[in-house]
């Protein structure tokens, strides 16, 4: 008996949405011209053809005639497929919101006018179905919502994926004759010829960026950029578009820089990036300047040239430190921080007693020992050199590199 009742209750539904389901063709190229023009976006179908948008239309509304009517083993493939189709597409969420809503509104504009003409509808059954068509719209709605929102973090993870990819190849020189560099470039949305940097900034946690948003805040910044996330280095490729923007990009790293950050010397093919993300590298290894900060290669020459050969630079310092190097811990150091101050004054005992704040004798008395146990003198420009190089080496270089001749 109650599945009788449940009949007779929704006769009305099924004889207007029967109706409706036989003009099918013509109310979805209503649909359709309704659609494309009240949504300029779709009008100019620069998105979404005007065929695409019908086939979508037709399955849409069907599906949404057959579930007015309550027939049975209806399923949400219609409105699933069109948010797979419509991200793929790269239409924007709003936008086929924005059509649904024109849709729903149609949907419920042509029942009532067939309720109305047929008179195959009371006023109380349509107040039933229209119950029926916004619970219907909320879940259709979010149908679409949930399949457009899971396809686009598909869409979203693929080209990351593939975007590092590219990164990787110019950063190793790896892009072949299937995908040169142009194209390379031209995925990467950046030019082949310019002004670029390589930036690698060291990674603290793993999976980390080391530098968050980066590429956001670069391209809010008019600056192009192309990033990588190794286990132990955030790399980007940076195109400043001309060398008086190098200031800008690295007061914005500076801001951002949780770690050390090396920065390459300018280049102007991107076929020159894995040079630059060696020199980029040098200058992050850079262990004599602070943890957190921001180091370019070309504004400290020497000490670049020391962090490039390491292990020359090690056995340089070695062999000219000398027996200095063996000296006990507090009393090493503190020769070897009077050596550094010779060189940030004017290597006077005065200039360097003012820098160290200690008494010019204390100074004049560590000058003749350094002097002494390196054999070398600060007054002569070839020793101070080699004096020179010899400690930069010991400040910037691990301890725990190894001479493969020790």
């Known amino acids: 008996m109650a599945d009788n009742n449940s009949t007779d209750q929704h006769r009305p539904a099924h004889a207007v949405a029967g109706a409706l389901l036989r003009q ?6 209503a ?17 979404v053809t005007r065929e695409d948008l019908y086939q979508s239309c037709l399955a849409n509304l069907e599906f949404m005639f057959r579930h007015v009517a309550h027939e049975q083993s209806i399923d949400l493939e219609a409105p699933r497929q ?14 086929v919101q924005n059509a649904f809503r024109v849709s729903f509104q149609y949907l419920w504009e042509v029942i009532v006018h067939e309720a109305t003409v047929s008179e195959a509808a009371t006023a109380s059954d349509l107040v039933s179905m229209a119950s029926d068509v916004w619970l219907f719209h909320d879940l259709f709605s979010t149908t679409m919502m949930n399949a457009y929102a899971e396809t686009m973090e598909g869409i979203v993870v693929r080209r990351e994926h593939e975007r590092s990819a590219m990164v990787e190849a110019l950063l190793q020189g790896h892009s072949d ?18 002004v670029f ?5 060291g990674v603290q946690q793993l999976r980390r960026t080391a530098l968050p948003e980066i590429e956001t805040v670069l391209r809010n910044a008019d600056i192009g950029s192309a ?9 980007g490729i940076v195109s400043v578009r001309q060398a008086d923007n190098l200031a800008e990009l690295i007061g914005i790293l500076e801001a951002q820089a949780t770690s050390r950050v090396g920065v390459s010397p300018i280049y102007s093919r991107l076929d020159q990036t894995p040079h630059a ?8 290894a850079d262990t004599a300047s602070p943890s957190a900060g921001v180091i370019q290669f070309d504004q400290a020459p020497l000490p670049m040239m020391v962090l490039s050969a390491p292990l020359v630079a090690q056995r340089l310092s070695r062999n000219v430190l000398g027996s200095l190097l063996d000296l006990p811990p507090d009393d090493r150091d503190s020769l070897l921080l009077t050596l550094t101050a010779s060189f940030m004054t004017d290597s006077s005992a005065n200039a360097m007693a003012d820098h160290l704040r200690v008494h010019p004798n204390t100074v004049r008395y560590r000058v003749r020992r350094i002097e002494q146990l390196t054999g070398r003198s600060l007054q002569h420009p070839q020793e101070a050199a080699e004096l020179y190089m010899a400690v930069q080496a010991w400040q910037r270089l691990p301890r725990s590199l190894e ?3 020790a």
């Open 277 to 284: 993300l060696r020199f980029a590298r040098i200058a992050m």
């Open 197 to 201: 940097v390589v930036v690698a900034a």
């Open 31 to 47: 649909l359709v011209d309704r659609i494309m023009g009240q949504l300029d976006s779709y009008r100019s179908e620069s998105l």
């Open 177 to 194: 004759e299937a995908t040169s560099v142009w194209e390379v470039a031209h995925i990467l949305d950046l030019p082949y010829e310019g």
């Open 24 to 29: 099918l063709p013509g109310l979805t190229e």
């Open 82 to 95: 069109t948010g797979i189709l419509r991200a793929q597409q790269g239409v924007p969420l709003s936008l």
């Open 403 to 405: 001479d493969p001749l």
């Open 227 to 235: 990033w990588r996330l190794t286990p132990d280095l955030h790399i």
